[in-house]
Every structure is written in C-alpha cells, then in structure tokens.
C-alpha cells in the first residue's frame, strides 16, 4: 500500500472532524459494556453519522447533485454580467488595497472577468457587507476587478445586498434602470439554482453560467475518499444548507 496513503489515513483520524470519530466509537463500545444502552446507541449512531457526513465519497455526492444541474453554455452571450458574492475579508493585505475574496468568491471573480474579457460585457458584482468585518465585497471586487484589466467604467458595484434574495431584488434594480435585458449570472455551481430561483422570482430570466465546482461532474472514488476530511464536511454543510435556502422558493 503507499506510504502516502497511508500517512493520510493515520492524519485523518488525528484531525477534526475525523478525529471525533474514534471518540464516539469508544464511547459507545464503553457504554456497551456498561449495559447503558441508550448512551451505546447513540454514540453508534453519532459515529456512522459523522462519518457519512465527513467522507468525500458521499460529501462529493451531495454537492455534485447541485452542481450537475445547470451546465456553463459554451457560448455565453448577454449585454451585462452579474457576479454574486460569497465571503470577503476585511482588512488582509492585497496587493492594491486591504481586504481580499475568499474562496468562491474569488473564483466567481476569476470567471466573471474572464467573460467579460470574452463578451465585452460589463460586470455588476451583486455582495454588500454581510458581517462587520467581512467588508464590503463589491467595493473589493471592484477594486480586484480592475487590477485583473477590467476598466472601471465596465463595473458596477451593488453594495446592499446581504443575501442571494436581496441580490436578486437590488440587482434588478440596477438591471431596469440601466436598460440591460439578457444577464448572465456567475456564481459557484452549488449555489446556481438558488440563485436562479430567486431571480426568477424577481421577475429576471438569466442566463446562468455556473463556476467554483467542489467535486468532479463524473465520480471517481479513490480509497482517499472513505476516509473523512473537513473538506467533505463543508461540502456537505453547503449542500444541506442549500437545499434549506431552495424550500421557501416552492412556496408559490
């Protein structure tokens, strides 16, 4: 067996969350000799649910079953691009400037630049200040936009918007008073169709071009993948969190 297997193995035991998986296993072998049968039981189940929510093989399930509902087209058109935030810091260093976009958002970022350079497009980046000291991300993006080459004069920076609700309502806004009719919507796979949905719910049809994937569109398993990793967690946190956001858009 590879040794680096190996070592990964041994690690993702020795690390949250997989760390708590042997603990609870214990507790309920413990509880189990003890004859306290409800303890037993409920540190067993508290082990296989922490290891089905933290292993890759079924975290990459979870969040590749959002992911795979909307493909990017493979050529995109429209008369304005609208990039939704997902996370900004507050005060790190960045080359022009103090704080930077985290994680999704600096792919969306990436991608949203990109199709501009490729449409000619001007960008609207829909992400105010969610928390004191998240920043405000539109104002960063703006500022990273250009250093990218995107002319300031192509960016159009929505400031108010908490929420992918409130992107939706604000944006149209801009959308109506600006004139702009075919948007394309960039943001991460996983979050396409909530954003969808309350776009449309907004009264505006876009065309979605999603980015910022978590897992492979085809699924391949190593013996990597059995093994839980904070990864996977977050995977799957995003995922659950997003089938939540989708309930109150079945509401007519």
Same mark, same amino acid.
């Not at 998986?21 to 189940?45: D, E, H, K, N, T």
């Not at 079924?58 to 429209?78: F, K």
């Not at 930077?100 to 980046?125: D, E, N």
């Not at 396409?192 to 309350?198: F, I, L, T």
């Given at each position: 067996?590879?040794? !680096?297997?190996? =070592?990964?193995?041994?690690?993702?035991?020795?690390?949250?969350?997989?760390?708590? @998986?042997?603990?609870? *296993?214990?507790?309920?072998? #413990?509880?189990?000799?003890?004859?306290?049968?409800?303890?037993?039981?409920?540190?067993? +189940?508290?082990?296989?649910?922490?290891? *089905?929510?933290?292993?890759?093989?079924?975290?990459?399930? @979870?969040?590749?079953?959002? &992911?795979?509902?909307?493909?990017?087209?493979?050529?995109?058109?429209?008369?304005? %691009?609208?990039?939704?935030?997902?996370?900004?810091? =507050?005060?790190?260093?960045?080359?022009?400037?103090?704080?930077?976009?985290?994680?999704?958002?600096?792919?969306?970022? /990436?991608?949203?630049?990109? !199709?501009?350079?490729? $449409?000619?497009?001007?960008? %609207?980046?829909?992400?105010?200040?969610? #928390?004191?000291?998240?920043? +405000?991300?539109?104002? %960063?993006?703006?500022?990273? *936009? +250009?250093?990218?080459?995107?002319? &300031?004069?192509?960016?159009?920076?929505?400031?108010?918007?908490?929420?992918?609700?409130?992107?939706?309502?604000? $944006?149209? &806004?801009?959308?109506?008073?600006?004139?702009?009719?075919?948007?394309? !919507?960039? $943001?991460?796979?996983?979050?396409?169709?909530?954003?969808?949905?309350?776009?449309?719910?907004?009264? +505006?049809?876009?065309?979605?071009?999603?980015?910022?994937?978590?897992?492979?569109?085809?699924?391949? #398993?190593?013996?990597?993948?059995? $093994?839980?990793?904070?990864?996977?967690?977050?995977?799957?946190? /995003?995922?659950?969190? &997003?089938? *939540?956001? !989708?309930?109150?858009?079945?509401?007519?």
């Amino acid at each position: 067996m590879d040794t !680096l297997f190996v =070592l990964k193995f041994i690690y993702s035991f020795m690390l949250p969350p997989g760390l708590f @998986i042997p603990l609870f *296993l214990f507790g309920a072998f #413990y509880c189990q000799r003890r004859r306290l049968q409800g303890p037993a039981l409920f540190s067993a +189940v508290m082990t296989l649910l922490l290891y *089905l929510v933290s292993a890759p093989v079924a975290g990459d399930a @979870i969040i590749r079953s959002l &992911e795979s509902r909307y493909t990017p087209p493979d050529a995109p058109s429209g008369d304005v %691009i609208v990039m939704l935030g997902g996370g900004s810091t =507050l005060d790190t260093p960045d080359i022009d400037g103090l704080g930077q976009m985290t994680g999704s958002s600096a792919t969306r970022l /990436l991608t949203a630049a990109r !199709l501009h350079r490729l $449409t000619g497009a001007p960008i %609207i980046v829909s992400a105010g200040q969610v #928390y004191e000291n998240s920043g +405000v991300e539109s104002r %960063i993006a703006l500022r990273q *936009l +250009v250093g990218l080459g995107v002319p &300031e004069s192509k960016i159009i920076a929505e400031e108010i918007s908490r929420n992918t609700e409130e992107n939706a309502r604000y $944006t149209k &806004e801009i959308l109506d008073a600006r004139g702009f009719r075919n948007p394309i !919507l960039v $943001t991460s796979a996983f979050h396409m169709e909530r954003s969808v949905g309350h776009f449309s719910k907004a009264g +505006v049809s876009t065309l979605p071009y999603p980015t910022d994937y978590r897992a492979n569109r085809v699924a391949t #398993y190593t013996l990597a993948d059995w $093994t839980p990793t904070a990864a996977a967690l977050s995977n799957t946190s /995003l995922a659950i969190k &997003e089938y *939540l956001g !989708l309930l109150p858009l079945l509401v007519k």
